[in-house]
């Protein structure tokens, strides 16, 4: 039985590597530890198969991040799963009435996944294309 924890899992670089992404150093792993609003870590048992972040002002604007699930357990529903919860979450902060933003920056073709679950693809007739850039030192 899958259940999921409001936390970020024990090992973020174990995630990072299962679906091919670079590792964060120590320093880095600290700072999004300390600095994430809300975090969900998916669970088969005691084996974390799922993880989701979101950093952000933790009032208006909340960035969902590092959304991972294990290719293993992929297509069961798991991100769908996190996200959910997540946004219900970030939701749960607004007073009646008020609007929040959430933001994502979707993984290559994966944006038919975000888009079932009510994310707008852009550039479209009223926002401008997302863009990232990577500094390294």
Do not use: H
């Not at 700072?31 to 969900?40: D, H, N, P």
């Not at 944006?111 to 479209?124: A, D, Q, T």
């Amino acid at each position: 039985m899958i259940t999921y924890e409001f936390r970020l899992p024990n090992d973020i670089n174990s995630f990072r590597r299962s679906v091919g992404w670079y590792e964060l150093s120590e320093r880095q792993l600290r700072c999004a530890l300390e600095r994430s609003v809300l975090a969900i870590t998916a669970l088969d048992g005691d084996i974390e198969i799922g993880s989701a972040r979101v950093v952000g002002d933790g009032g208006y604007q909340f960035f969902i991040s590092d959304v991972i699930v294990r290719p293993e357990y992929q297509g069961r529903g798991i991100g769908k799963e996190m996200l959910t919860r997540l946004m219900d979450k970030a939701l749960s902060v607004a007073d009646e009435g008020e609007t929040i933003m959430v933001n994502l920056m979707s993984a290559k073709d994966k944006e038919p996944f975000y888009e079932k679950l009510g994310f707008m693809r852009r550039p479209n007739d009223e926002r401008g294309c997302g863009m990232t850039k990577f500094l390294k030192k």
